[in-house]
């Protein structure tokens, strides 16, 4: 199985300052056939669905806010949230697509200090 | 636009079955793959179980196979999970999740939309 971590947790950031979880898989994302890292970013607000915000490692979902922004290969990926505003307290998840089972990493927690 | 609403969550008692639903709008659950995904209580997100389109295929989580089965009623748009002999380990909020048609995607791919869950809770 490929198991998915993430730092920090929590983190705590100023309203408009740049807010940065991390997210390592223990195997590369990396996938030889179509050269696609299979690695999404899901918002996760309480009582609500999780929200996709990024796709193939890097790729902004339609709709989501260009404040946010996926980055990474192989194994290490960043979730950049360059402006944190109070709407994006969430806890925040990285997931790994490549194969089954799927998996996520254990979350981080993002509020405002 | 696309919905899911989930049902048939509730308190069961160890070793008891119950039933989640999964109803679509807004698109043919018969054209995606489709997932079932739990959150325990105060943990994170766990992959349970997955339907493909081809052949409708199923898959499980090492943790529920043998125990639960995914199915779909395309005439229904609806998604399904049956769970039997279930464990208290088993409580959480059930998730069914879409997964996308991205063209890159070669067999699985990540899930672009989800209901808001339904809670299933194992205790005597």
């Known amino acids: 199985d490929i198991v998915m971590t993430q730092s920090p947790d929590p983190l705590s950031v100023s309203l408009g300052e740049r807010a940065t979880v991390y997210c390592r898989s223990s195997?590369?994302?990396?996938?030889?056939?179509?050269?696609?890292?299979?690695l999404a970013w899901y918002q996760h607000k309480s009582g609500q669905p999780p929200k996709l915000l990024v796709y193939w490692a890097s790729i902004r979902e339609s709709g989501v806010p260009d404040r946010f922004t996926g980055s990474g290969s192989g194994t290490d990926f960043t979730l950049t949230i360059s402006s944190l505003q109070t709407e994006d307290v969430a806890v925040y998840y990285c997931h790994q697509y490549y194969s089954r089972p799927f998996t996520f990493g254990p979350g981080t927690k993002v509020d405002i200090k | 636009e696309v919905q899911l609403v989930e049902s048939g969550g509730g308190l069961v008692k160890p070793g008891g079955s119950l039933r989640l639903s999964c109803t679509a709008s807004g698109f043919n659950i018969e054209r995606y793959n489709m997932k079932w995904v739990r959150q325990a209580p105060g943990k994170g997100l766990e992959w349970v179980s997955s339907?493909?389109?081809?052949?409708?295929?199923?898959y499980y989580a090492d943790s529920v196979q043998g125990r639960f089965t995914i199915s779909r009623d395309n005439s229904k748009n609806s998604l399904f999970l049956q769970m039997n002999s279930l464990r208290a380990e088993d409580t959480a909020v059930y998730y069914c999740a879409r997964e996308s048609v991205n063209i890159y995607c070669i067999a699985d791919c990540f899930s672009d939309s989800w209901g808001l869950g339904t809670l299933v809770t194992v205790s005597s």
């Open positions: 339907i493909r389109t081809f052949r409708d295929s199923t």
């Open positions: 195997q590369s994302l990396l996938h030889s056939s179509n050269n696609k890292t299979y």
